[in-house]
C-alpha cells in the first residue's frame, strides 16, 4: 500500500460523515466512554423504517441494536402484549 493510498482510506472528521467517507478509517476518536483506534465508518439502514445511519462503526451498533428495540416494543403494542417479553 502506498502513502496515496493510505491517506485516501483515513477520514480526520469527527462528526457529519456522509457517504463519500464510508470505508475509511478514523485514526484515533475520544469520546466520554473511551478512546477508539482506526475505527471504520460504515452505513447502516433500519429495514423495518428505512432510518439511515452513517458513521463510526460503534455506533451503527447501537442504532441497529435501538432501532430492533424499539420495532419490537411496537410490534408488542400492536398485538396487546405488556409483560415486556418479545416474539
Given at each position: 500500500m502506498?502513502?496515496e493510498?493510505?491517506?485516501e482510506?483515513?477520514?480526520e472528521?469527527?462528526?457529519?460523515?456522509?457517504?463519500?467517507d464510508?470505508?475509511k478509517r478514523?485514526?484515533?476518536?475520544?469520546?466520554?466512554?473511551?478512546?477508539?483506534?482506526?475505527e471504520?465508518i460504515v452505513?447502516v439502514f433500519?429495514h423495518?423504517?428505512?432510518?439511515?445511519?452513517?458513521?463510526?462503526s460503534?455506533?451503527?451498533?447501537?442504532?441497529i441494536?435501538?432501532h430492533?428495540c424499539l420495532?419490537?416494543w411496537e410490534?408488542?403494542?400492536?398485538i396487546?402484549?405488556d409483560?415486556?417479553?418479545v416474539?
Open positions: 502506498t502513502q493510498q493510505s491517506e482510506e483515513i477520514c472528521k469527527t462528526e457529519d460523515w456522509d457517504h463519500n464510508v470505508g478514523i485514526p484515533k476518536r475520544v469520546t466520554p466512554n473511551g478512546t477508539y483506534f482506526n471504520l452505513n433500519c423495518l423504517c428505512g432510518s439511515e445511519f452513517i458513521g463510526p460503534r455506533e451503527a451498533g447501537g442504532f441494536g435501538g430492533e420495532h419490537a410490534f408488542n403494542q400492536v396487546g402484549r409483560d415486556g417479553l416474539e
